[in-house]
């Protein structure tokens, strides 16, 4: 599959509804337009169209799910802006700008693995969702790692099936099993024909890419976060440093948010 | 076109008072997927050198209550490749609106070098005028401020004057204790105009890492945060120099927050950090003015300046738009 060309435009829509899903965390729904196409991992910068008290800018969300005639956004209280956004209720109008930045590429694969630490879960159920329509054959996978059992997001019985295996980790052990998940992946960093996605902490992602690098694996595909202002190419602060220079970054918004972990200084 | 909006700064006319500011609007087709640049009065590239910069290690940006405070490092892909490579997209698209290039140095003498680079391609470029970005460290004298050093501004603005003949607005500091003699000495090395004010020296600290959230320290805060001072600075310089051309900047958000500038004397303003939050903030920005000019019977000429000569006492009802 190659990345789609969705128009990229500003929507103003109210916010339908929104169900918590795990501690500090919950989804944010709205019903797009029906000629409004996005593809997994892109994001949309999130505002309310009244200025906030709280939080100037938008924030970036990759697109979490595509059902129902509704998209998805997890939204996890992390901190003053993304707490207040939670508090929002149902009919706020907001302003999405999007779908932005550039999807994973969806290549035939016989296994595709997806490490998801903490929010970094939400790009997934879309993916999974997209590749398991397109290779109903393939093998779908999620290791999903939480600081502790109340942070972890209980998936849905649609949800599970999306994945042919779960497996979840805690940093405490409360929940699934106790350590990171890419200790937890032990020798199956070294098996072939996998097709590699990540999102996550950056400390989670260096990791991983360290372990790919080993077996010789750099075309894994890690949605990356930095702090942006606008989403768009404008701002240039969303700087990750390539491996390869010149140039010395790249802006997250316009040459990521996925990105090949060879293509990374981590 | 409405006539009503038209905006004479000096030797330029924009076609509206509403310009795109440098820094936020990239090299000028960025925004094109939200609306047509050639809608605009005009715009201010992002700042270039001679020279492509990288630009500072993130972390780049920190939120504010009421804006940002960005430390870019004025990342910009040089001249050679501005001309080459962002121009001839932005001649397809630019229409009737009006380009500013913006440019910089890391010491006064490479402003004269980008401004004699701007006058050599100035017909392949197509633009109308320069602004002169001299909100940058001097990397030769220990990273002073240039624009907040008279005596460095007064050399950087002498350099780029002599290289071109191009209108020449300067974008003045706010970071200084006044601003008014900045303003006099541009005038004084003929400059057409000004634009004021640039962002305001910011720090945010991260209360958990105890340490500054910015990757360099501190940057410029922008966005609404900074609109009063903005308009207090315009007020001052215009009062100061009634007849020199003022483009104002500033946390303009909306019509409203661009006609407090207008009224306080710039004869055509710049939207800067709103158009990070809404992409669509120049065109409603026009569309308010607009309305409002109409429903009052009204010019922005004849709004320029008029807090100046005493206001309006007495409204019948308050308009609001």
Known sequence: MTPSSAATGVLALPLDSTADIATGTSWLRFRPPSDAVCDPGQFFMLSTVAPSPVAYLGRPFSIGDVRDGQWLFMLRALGRGTAWLRTLESGTMMRLIGPLGIPFERRASPVHRMIAGGIGLAPFLFLARRLRAEQPQAGIELYYGERDARSHVELTADERSLFDIVERFTDDGSLGTAGSVVDGLENRWAETDVAWYGCGPQPMLRAAAAKLEEHDVEAAQFALEERMACGFGVCQACVVPNRHPPPRYRLLCTEGPVVETGKVAW | ?321
């Not at chain 2, 997209?89 to 913006?102: E, H, P, S, W």
């Open chain 2, 1 to 321: 076109m409405n006539e009503r909006l038209v905006a004479t700064c000096g030797r330029i006319t924009f076609q509206n008072p509403v310009l795109a500011a440098s820094g936020t609007f990239g090299y000028g087709s960025e925004f094109e997927r939200f609306f047509p640049l050639a809608s605009l009065g005009g715009f201010a590239t992002k700042t270039l050198f001679v020279e492509p910069r990288d630009g500072n290690p993130p972390p780049r940006v920190a939120e504010t209550s009421a804006g940002m405070i960005n430390s870019i490092g004025l990342a910009n892909v040089g001249w050679e490749a501005f001309v080459a490579e962002k121009v001839p997209d932005l001649k397809a698209i630019i229409g009737a609106a009006r380009m500013l290039v913006n440019i910089a140095g890391n010491a006064p003498d490479e402003y004269r070098a980008i401004a004699a680079r701007v006058e050599a391609d100035r017909e392949r470029v197509g633009c109308a005028g320069i602004e002169v970005n001299v909100s940058c460290p001097n990397v030769k004298e220990g990273g002073t401020n240039i624009g907040c050093d008279l005596h460095q501004f007064q050399a950087a603005i002498r350099g780029v004057r002599e290289e071109t003949s191009l209108p020449v607005f300067v974008k003045l500091s706010p970071n200084v204790a006044d601003v008014v003699p900045f303003a006099a000495c541009a005038i004084d090395e003929g400059a057409d105009g000004v634009s004021l004010i640039n962002t305001v020296y910011g720090m945010q600290i991260d209360i958990e890492k105890r340490r500054p959230v910015l990757g360099t320290g501190s940057g410029g805060l922008s966005g609404p945060a900074i609109l009063p001072i903005g308009v207090y600075w315009t007020h001052k310089v215009r009062a100061a120099f009634p007849d020199l051309p003022i483009l104002g900047i500033g946390g303009i958000a909306t019509w409203r927050d661009a006609l407090q500038y207008l009224l306080a004397g710039a004869h055509a303003i710049q939207v800067g950090t709103a158009a990070f939050v809404n992409p669509l903030a120049c065109v409603e920005i026009i569309a308010g003015l607009e309305r409002y000019c109409s429903q009052r019977d009204t010019t922005i000429a004849e709004l320029s300046g008029a807090a100046h000569r005493g206001g309006r006492l007495a409204e019948a009802a308050v308009w609001t738009g």
